[in-house]
């Protein structure tokens, strides 16, 4: 294209929009948005008054007359709505008014209704979207992670994000068998709120939970364990108290959480074509996802499949990633969202 007349077009947009953190990916500039899915509104008139990380910082820390959520906390869409908002907004903040609108894909979670798709496609085209097309995230991850999935060969990908786990064994560009299960970071961080109240009587916030999940948090004994001291209030006095937190109590605490993952990988394998599952042994398991960066989360898998397990290069950028790969080959992407597409 002669560079003058550059400027007129848009960049095509690949967006991850994920259950904790939503990623804009632009053609030709990789990505350029990286913020988490939370949207603050007026209480009553649902009016929104910020996205992403703006809304976040307002989390739990809001007068009654504002409310910030989470609106696909769960893998699925708690309110069409407000998660159309969210998208528009982050779409509008990378696409400005060009001649030529681009193309969008966004990558959904597995678990969203046809309803839900339909509310995505037509947020995207309202944001500007010349055509839009889905993919479901745990293709995009896989393709993110750079897994040959065009190829006639098994392709298994598990990606642990904050509020679901999607699981998927992928050949020929299709997905053969896949799991989406509601456990992810959010109900690692859960557990670590409930094991403290029950074992110490201290009540901590999910935000401090989840820094102890990033500072100690394991899925797998280490050399050496480690030690943190935890600020919470004591349930008895009702005053601020400090602990000493240990790793090998708060991997107990993830034990329940992580069981269920491992379990969900059993079962997939367990469905997995015998042809596919042969593959499996030399090209094994990828994992990415936040959760795909859980000390020892790889061991763990490993033990339990007894599968080669490798956590992705990028494990949060991998569906953004994929969503770029895509836009860049659009044949492929013809090909895999055809059956999703209404
Ligand atoms: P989603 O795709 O659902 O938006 P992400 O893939 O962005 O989710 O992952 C977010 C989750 O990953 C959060 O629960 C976060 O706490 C967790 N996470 C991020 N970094 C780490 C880390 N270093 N160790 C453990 N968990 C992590
Ligand atoms: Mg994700």
């Known amino acids: ?6 400027g007129l077009f848009s960049n095509d947009i690949g967006v991850d929009l994920g259950t904790a953190n939503s990623l804009v990916y632009v053609r030709d500039r990789g990505i350029v948005l990286r913020e988490p899915s939370v949207v603050a509104m007026e ?8 996205v992403g990380e703006e809304a976040r910082r307002m989390l739990g820390r809001t007068p009654s007359s504002i409310v910030a959520i989470r609106p696909m906390k769960d893998g699925v869409i708690a309110d069409i709505e407000i998660t159309e908002a969210m998208l528009r907004k982050f779409i509008q ?28 496609k037509d947020a995207a085209s309202h ?22 999935v065009v190829e006639p060969a098994g392709n298994m990908i598990v990606d642990i994000g904050g509020g679901t786990c999607e699981i998927a064994v992928i050949s020929l560009s299709g997905i053969v068998v896949a799991k989406s299960l509601r ?28 820094e102890i999940k990033f500072r100690i948090g394991s899925a797998h004994a280490m050399d050496e364990e480690l030690n943190m001291d935890v600020k919470g209030r ?11 937190v240990n790793s090998v109590e708060i991997r107990e605490a993830l034990r329940e959480p992580l069981e269920k993952i491992l379990s969900s990988i059993r079962d997939t394998l367990d469905q997995c074509p015998p042809e596919l599952s042969s593959d499996l042994i030399d090209r094994g398991i990828v994992v990415a996802g936040g959760g795909a960066l859980l000390r020892g989360i790889d ?5 339990e499949t007894e599968l080669p397990v490798h956590v992705a290069d990028s494990p949060l950028t991998a569906v953004a990633e994929g969503t770029g790969r895509v836009l860049q080959e659009m044949h492929i992407l013809k090909r895999i969202t055809s059956s999703g597409q209404s």
């Open 234 to 244: 004591d349930m008895n006095s009702g005053l601020p108290r400090t602990l000493s």
């Open 299 to 303: 061991r763990l898998i490993m033990e």
């Open 1 to 6: 294209m002669l560079d003058q007349f550059k």
């Open 183 to 210: 456990v992810g970071g959010d109900q690692f961080d859960e557990t670590i709120v409930a094991q403290l109240k029950r074992a110490h009587n201290l009540m901590i916030g999910e935000r401090t939970a989840e």
């Open 43 to 50: 209480a009553g008139t649902k009016g929104v008054l910020a």
């Open 93 to 120: 903040k990378v696409h400005y008014r060009k001649l030529i609108s681009p193309r969008i894909v966004v990558a959904v979670p597995s678990g969203i209704t046809g309803v839900e798709k339909r509310a995505v």
């Open 127 to 148: 944001a500007g979207g010349r055509e839009v097309y889905l993919i479901e995230q745990p293709m995009a991850s896989a393709i993110g992670c750079g897994l040959p």
